[in-house]
């Protein structure tokens, strides 16, 4: 069908789709990554499940330059990540150490941080902008971590040429097993590094950055966004969840989805608004959990949780996808590296977030030969739109 243009008409707009949150209705063009519904995301044509081991730094270049860089270019990309991430600039760090520690959300932090950054060492150039904030966001997130919980900001000095999660897990003073923590947390990283263009805090970064606010304020709105518990802080809720279960006996397992349901709760870890078959994020996890925790209690129950929940949930024709979504194991895999406290869970998506939002806004600000994808303004009709007199 075309348009009295005699353009192709991709989407038809009728009333049945106001009010839904602009569900499924097309606004653009992503550059970073699509989802397909049954196959799940791919980064530039890549499906996800077989960058899962590669190296994240190895990914970020892959998402800003749309290829994979041969063995000089990962070299000299993780060289300029390097020399980026010098110490936090003193200010930022500051404004972190008045918040009182343990108080708000971590993802509070993350947005405090972002911003803070932003004050101290904003140049307006999209690029340097993004890369810088990758480049520190491992110091920034161990910052976090340790002054939320009391113990001061790290005490050792930065290594950055040590890779990206090698030097969180180095500023954390991890003192448990350094190797699986930095093995799960590479895994999470590349997968949750970016998931099209239409997730709510990947599009509202874009949608700020569309009023050419800098790349740091843009950031710091989209990790507002990812906070909700609709949205990132899911996988916060979805270990909750599986502790609260406690078994992995299969028929314990149905009794409890089944009461759930019952009492109009969610089974977290399952369903999804786009997908339609399991997320292969939710298998690379699942593959990871069996090299690195196969015998850790939660993880025994998401596995039996995997078998048992698609049946129950398939018996309910409403449930568009009744399968595994991302969140389901990447609680367990976190608690199971050291990372015990689920509030912090939706930071490291954060962190992953940055350079997925960072690249599109980075593609939407080179848009148009330059001239940037023009400011975002959705139209809204009025509800009632009866012209009033003053008595
Ligand atoms: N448990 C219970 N009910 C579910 C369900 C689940 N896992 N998945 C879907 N449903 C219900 C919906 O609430 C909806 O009920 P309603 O008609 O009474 O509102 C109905 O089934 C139809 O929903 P849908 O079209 O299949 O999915 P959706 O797009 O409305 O919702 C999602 C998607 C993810 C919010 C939903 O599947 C859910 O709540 N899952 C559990 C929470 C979870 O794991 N969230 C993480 C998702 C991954 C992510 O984005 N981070």
């Known amino acids: 069908m075309s348009d009295e243009n005699g353009k192709d008409v991709i989407f038809e707009v009728t ?63 993780r060289h300029e990540l390097t020399q980026r991430a010098e110490r936090l600039p003193t200010g930022a760090l500051r404004v972190l150490e008045s918040l009182t520690p343990g108080s708000g959300h971590p993802m509070d932090w993350l947005s405090i941080g972002i911003q803070a950054l932003g004050v101290a ?90 009023g050419w606010a800098s790349l740091y304020a843009s950031m710091a709105s989209a990790m507002n966004a990812l906070s909700g518990p609709l949205h990132g802080r899911a996988n916060q809720s979805c270990l909750e969840f599986v502790q609260r279960i406690g078994t992995d006996n299969e028929k314990e397992v149905e009794a409890f989805v089944r009461q759930e349901l019952a009492a109009r709760r969610p089974i977290y870890g399952f369903g999804h608004a786009v997908l339609r078959a399991e997320d292969p994020r939710a298998a ?76 599109q806004i980075l593609d939407e600000r080179n848009a148009r030969g330059g001239r940037g994808t023009p400011i975002y303004r959705p139209k809204y009709i009025a509800a009632d739109p009866t012209v009033r007199r003053l008595e």
């Open 15 to 77: 009333e049945d789709h106001l009010n839904t949150g602009m569900r499924g209705i097309p606004v653009g063009t992503c550059r970073t990554s699509f989802v397909d519904p049954k196959k799940g995301v791919h980064y530039c044509g890549y499906p996800v499940g077989d960058l899962a081991d590669m190296d994240p730094e190895d990914i970020i270049f892959l998402l800003y330059e749309k290829r994979l860089p041969n063995r000089q270019e990962s070299q000299d990309f």
């Open 121 to 210: 060492e904003t140049t307006g150039d999209v690029r340097a902008d993004g890369l810088n904030l990758i480049a520190r966001t491992p110091e920034l997130m161990a910052t976090i971590f340790r002054l939320r919980g009391g113990r001061g900001a790290p005490d050792v000095a930065s290594e950055p040429e040590r890779g990206m999660v090698e030097n969180f897990v180095h500023l954390l003073g991890a003192e448990v097993e350094a190797d699986q923590m930095i093995r799960a947390l590479r895994v999470f990283l590349v997968l949750h590094m970016d998931h099209g263009g239409g997730n709510l805090s990947t599009f509202t970064g874009k949608a700020v950055a569309s």
């Open 284 to 359: 690379a996890q699942f593959k990871l959990g069996e090299e690195i925790c196969p015998d850790d209690n939660n993880f025994k129950v998401i596995k039996t949780l995997r078998e048992v929940a698609p049946r129950v949930l398939g018996e309910n024709p409403k449930i568009s996808n009744p399968n595994a979504n991302v969140d389901i194991a990447s609680g367990t895999l976190l608690n199971a590296v050291g990372f015990h406290k689920p509030e912090y869970y939706t930071t490291f998506f954060g962190w992953a977030r940055v350079a997925g939002i960072s690249a």
